[in-house]
């Protein structure tokens, strides 16, 4: 199942959804299991466990009638694995894989949703993009061996890790929160429906033109081992998201350097989840 948060015209808060061919069924404050649904969370935890009873919801809003928000709930977690593929951008020189997963973390305020402006800011114009396999935490769980990992996987999505460069050489964490630099949707795809995410591939468009391409299965870490060392970190809980690393042939790793511009069109996909698609706006 497809899951979604989005809102319609005449509303200003957010609802949660079931994506169709037809349309989006609503389901905040549908009863499932003897309580309302008010999060994403729920929602995810309902598709696994109890399929049918959001199958039988009927469609209640037309696509050409909502817009999309960031498919997770507020105040979530983001943990990210840095330098998770074999690239040399942007470590540069003979690049030595590392030890364990490079963990950082993304505050709220930096993700828009499909379809809304990536704001290129005002003080670099080092402005780059980064497709990822985002998994989204379904199940609690604090030192989880990597054998039982991905039972703890409630859905995929797809990211983009926006990244400041010039600024991500001050610290990782400067380069990596730019507001509203990043991006996450469309929607969240539940895991019954991905057997192996290291089947997946990831893939990156700027204005049509393929710069990112590479198999899930080509990072250094597995999805299941950088959820085993984040739970070794802290207890995870559902609805935590993990962000798993992007490949090599972002902008900097040209020659020379092909910096985001305002207009261009950025399609983030992972076949079998979905396109992520926003436009580049100046601050």
């Known amino acids: 199942m497809r899951l979604l ?110 379809g809304e402006g990536l704001i290129r800011p005002s003080v670099s114009i080092q402005f780059d993009y980064e497709v990822e396999l985002a998994v989204i935490i379904g199940r609690a769980g604090r030192h989880i061996d990597i054998a039982d990992a991905l039972s703890h996987v409630g859905g995929y999505s797809v990211l983009n890790d926006g990244s400041v460069r010039d600024w991500q050489r001050h610290s990782v964490a400067a380069g990596k929160n730019f507001f509203r630099s990043g991006s996450m949707g469309p929607w969240i795809t539940t895991a019954d429906e991905i057997a192996d995410p290291a089947a997946l591939e990831v893939i990156c468009r700027v204005n049509g033109e393929e710069r990112q391409r590479s198999s899930v299965s080509e990072m250094i870490f597995s999805v299941a081992e950088i959820i085993s060392y984040m739970s070794r970190v802290m207890p995870l809980e559902p609805g935590d998201v993990i962000a798993t690393g992007s490949p090599e042939g972002t902008g900097g790793s040209h020659e020379p350097p092909r910096w985001l511009k305002a207009g261009d069109e950025i399609a983030f996909e992972v076949p079998g989840i979905g396109v992520l698609a926003n436009q580049v706006i100046d601050e």
């Open 5 to 114: 948060r989005y809102r319609i015209a005449e509303e200003s808060s957010t609802r949660i959804g079931l994506a169709t061919a037809d349309g989006v069924a609503q389901l905040d404050g549908l009863e499932a299991g003897g309580e309302p649904i008010t999060t994403i969370g729920e929602a995810i935890a309902v598709a696994l466990a109890d399929p049918a009873a959001l199958a039988q919801v009927p469609v209640g809003h037309a696509w050409d009638g909502i817009t999309f928000a960031v498919p997770i709930d507020p105040g979530t977690r983001m943990l990210c694995a840095g330098a998770n593929y074999h690239k040399k951008y942007p470590l540069g020189g003979n690049v030595q894989a590392p030890a364990q997963p490079v963990y950082f973390n993304k505050p709220p305020g930096t993700l828009v949703a499909h």
